[in-house]
C-alpha cells in the first residue's frame, strides 16, 4: 500500500497490535517516551501561534483555543493569513500505564493541512466561526503515514476502519492542531515559560531555543512536505525498537550526550550538532536509543555509513569518549536487525541484563 513502510520483517507482524490499532480506546501521551521538556513544548501548540505580547495586552493576558474577538479584530488589520497546522504522532507499540493504553510515539511531525497538493490558507474571520476546541473531534489521522518517505494514503476523520494490511505504526494520529498566523513579529512572540524554565540560565541555550521554535513550529510552509521534529530516521531504528519494546525494554529515543554524561532529547536541528553555544559545545554524540538508569546507549549502524575505515575509527573515538563518561556502547548493524530485529533485541536485553 501507498505509504507503508517497505521490507518488514517477517518476525514483527506477531506483535501485539502490529497490524491496525487496538480495538479498546488509547491515548497518546508524549511524556511516556519524549521526555519532559519537549512534551511541554509541544503540548502549547493549539490554538492561534505563535503567542505574542501583543495579543496578549489586548486579552488581558488571558489566552484560550479559541482567539478572542479582540485578537481576531488585531489580525484583520494586520492583513494575516492563517495555515492550519497538525502535529502528527506516529506509534511503535502501545502499553497499558498505570492501567491505561498508551501509544508509544516513535515519530513526530507537521503537515499543514492541504487543498489542491497545496497548503490551505484561511483568513482571520474563519476562525471567529470555528470552535477550535473540537477541531480533534473525530480522531483525525493519517492512514498509511510514511514518516521515512514522508508519504500517506488518505486522511480519515470519524470511525471508518483500518485495512487489515496497514500497520499501527504507520498511522499518523493527529495530537494538536494550531493556526499559524503570516505576519507575526519574532521579538513579540512569548517564550512557553516551563521550556524556558527547565533549560536554565544559558542565554545561548535559550536563543537556540528560540530560533528552532520559529524555524520548525512557525515557519509558513510553502509545500506539503511534513517537517520533522522528534524520533526515529530509519526503518531500521523502529524495527530494533519494536522489538526492544517486545521485551520489556523502554530505551529514550534520539538522545543527545554530552561529555559530563549529560542527556538532551534531539530537537531536529536545534543545535546544529551542538557547535553553535557553549552549553552544548561538549556534545559527544547523538545516540539512537539511550538507556538511562544503566548508562547504556544503543546505535544502529548501517552499512552505507559506518563501513568505511574512517567511520569505524570515528565511531571507536565516540566509544571511547562515552566510556570515559560512565556510558557503555552497543552497535547494532542495520544488516543484522533486518534479518532479525528480535535477535537483536535480545542481545540488548541480556548485556542490559549482564
Known amino acids: 500500500m501507498e505509504g507503508d513502510i517497505q521490507n518488514r520483517p517477517g518476525e514483527l507482524w506477531a506483535l501485539p497490535n502490529y497490524v491496525g490499532l487496538p480495538e479498546e480506546p488509547f491515548e497518546i501521551n508524549l511524556k511516556y517516551s519524549i521526555g519532559e521538556f519537549l512534551a511541554h513544548d509541544l503540548f502549547d501548540l493549539d490554538g492561534n501561534q505563535p503567542v505574542e505580547g501583543e495579543i496578549m495586552k489586548l486579552t488581558g493576558s488571558l489566552i484560550e483555543v479559541n482567539p478572542a474577538d479582540e485578537a481576531i479584530e488585531f489580525y484583520k488589520e494586520r492583513g494575516d493569513e492563517f495555515q492550519m497546522i497538525n502535529v502528527v504522532v506516529c506509534c511503535y507499540a502501545f502499553e497499558r500505564i498505570d492501567g491505561r493504553l498508551v501509544g508509544l510515539p516513535y515519530h513526530i511531525s507537521l503537515r499543514p493541512a492541504q487543498k489542491n497538493g497545496k497548503p490551505q490558507k484561511v483568513e482571520p474571520e474563519l476562525l471567529r466561526k470555528l470552535d477550535l476546541s473540537r477541531v480533534l473531534d473525530g480522531f483525525p489521522r493519517y492512514m498509511g503515514y510514511n514518516p521515512f518517505s514522508n508519504t500517506f494514503g488518505l486522511y480519515v476523520i470519524g470511525n471508518a476502519p483500518i485495512a487489515k494490511d496497514i500497520c499501527s505504526d504507520v498511522v499518523g494520529i493527529v495530537y494538536k ?44 510552509f510553502t509545500n506539503i512536505t511534513p517537517v520533522k521534529i522528534w524520533g526515529c530516521d530509519s526503518p531500521i531504528e523502529l524495527f530494533l525498537l519494536q522489538g526492544m519494546s517486545s521485551l520489556g525494554l523502554r530505551p529514550e529515543i534520539q538522545m543527545i550526550i554530552f561529555s559530563d554524561g549529560s542527556t538532551f532529547p534531539s530537537l531536529q ?86
Open 177 to 220: 492542531t494550531y493556526f499559524l498566523a503570516s505576519k507575526y513579529t519574532n521579538k513579540d512572540v512569548c517564550d512557553p515559560g516551563l521550556c524556558t524554565i527547565l533549560l536554565g540560565e544559558s542565554k545561548g541555550a535559550l536563543s537556540d531555543y528560540r530560533k528552532f521554535r520559529f524555524d520548525r513550529y512557525f515557519k509558513t
Open 269 to 354: 536541528n536545534m543545535w546544529e550538532r551542538g557547535k553553535r553555544t557553549k552549553a552544548f559545545a561538549k556534545k559527544i554524540t547523538e545516540a539512537d536509543f539511550f538507556f538511562e538508569e544503566q548508562k547504556i546507549a544503543v546505535f544502529c549502524d548501517s552499512v552505507a555509513y559506518h563501513s568505511s575505515p574512517e567511520a569505524i575509527a570515528k565511531d571507536k573515538e565516540i566509544d571511547r569518549k562515552l566510556e570515559a563518561a560512565g556510558i557503555r556502547s552497543v552497535r547494532v548493524s542495520g544488516r543484522d536487525i533486518a534479518a532479525s530485529p528480535m535477535e537483536c533485541a535480545r542481545r540488548i536485553f541480556n548485556y542490559i541484563n549482564d
